[in-house]
Nanobody, 121 residues
């Protein structure tokens, strides 16, 4: 069994910053790519940023230059530093990871439950 638990969401004013964290726990053998997605009301879930085990990153055009994704492989944790937040960044942010579980040794994709980010004055 694997769990992804997000933290760090909340209410912030436009131009402000937040840092999201997502920790993976359970019977983990290895974690490949990790990432953050978001879903705003009435919209489809979209990729925000993704990072490989080796540290290669890719970002949605809308967040380039404002958001930074990073990870700590020793802690099975991925982070999303969000700066210069805008109202359009308001959404539920979901953690995602490709994880191989001990015993079955098959990589599967997992989602966290999400954390709300609201940007408003």
């Amino acid at each position: 069994q694997v769990q992804l638990v997000e933290s760090g969401g909340g209410l912030v004013q436009p131009g402000g910053s937040l840092r999201l964290s997502c920790a993976a726990s359970g019977s983990i053998f290895s974690i490949n790519a990790m990432g953050w997605y978001r879903q705003a009301p009435g919209k489809q879930r979209e990729l925000v940023a993704r990072i490989s085990r080796g540290g290669s990153t890719n970002y949605a055009d809308s967040v380039k230059g404002r958001f930074t994704i990073s990870r700590d492989n020793a802690k099975n944790t991925v982070y999303l530093q969000m700066n210069r937040l805008e109202a359009d960044d308001t959404a539920i942010y979901y953690c995602n990871a490709d994880i191989t579980i001990r015993a079955i040794y098959t990589e599967r994709n997992y989602w966290g439950q999400g954390t709300q980010v609201t940007v408003s004055s």
